[in-house]
């Protein structure tokens, strides 16, 4: 990326430097939200593209094509949405285990 502000969280764990669990759980429960939300979006859209084949016609093929697409990308970010899920939960159990180890 260029000029903007775009940061990539690779969770390399640095030496001697604990894992901050409940930004991890944050992070993972950020992400479900975004893909849930995507999943929903997506959803409408091929909802919207499945209308348009019966009124317009025309471009039926079009449209067809754009729902497949849609209703794919509506599958792909739920699935996306329950890994980071099983993400948030399995931050949030670590983050129980270590409670008091190393927090704050």
């Known amino acids: ?9 690779h969770h390399v764990q640095e030496e001697n430097k604990p894992i901050d669990y409940a930004r991890e759980v944050k992070h993972h429960k950020h992400n479900e939200h975004l893909a849930k939300l995507g999943a929903v979006a997506a959803g409408a859209f091929a909802k919207h593209e499945k209308h348009m084949i019966k009124k317009d ?48």
Not at 1 to 9: I, L, P, R
Not at 77 to 83: E, I, K, N, P
Request: aromatic share 4%.
């Open 57 to 104: 016609p025309a471009h039926a093929h079009r449209h067809k094509i754009e729902q497949e697409i849609a209703t794919t990308v509506a599958v792909a970010a739920g699935g996306y949405a329950l890994h980071e899920h099983h993400k948030k939960k399995e931050a949030k159990k670590q983050m129980k285990h270590h409670h008091g180890h190393h927090l704050f």
């Open 1 to 9: 990326m260029t000029g903007g502000k775009h940061h990539h969280h």
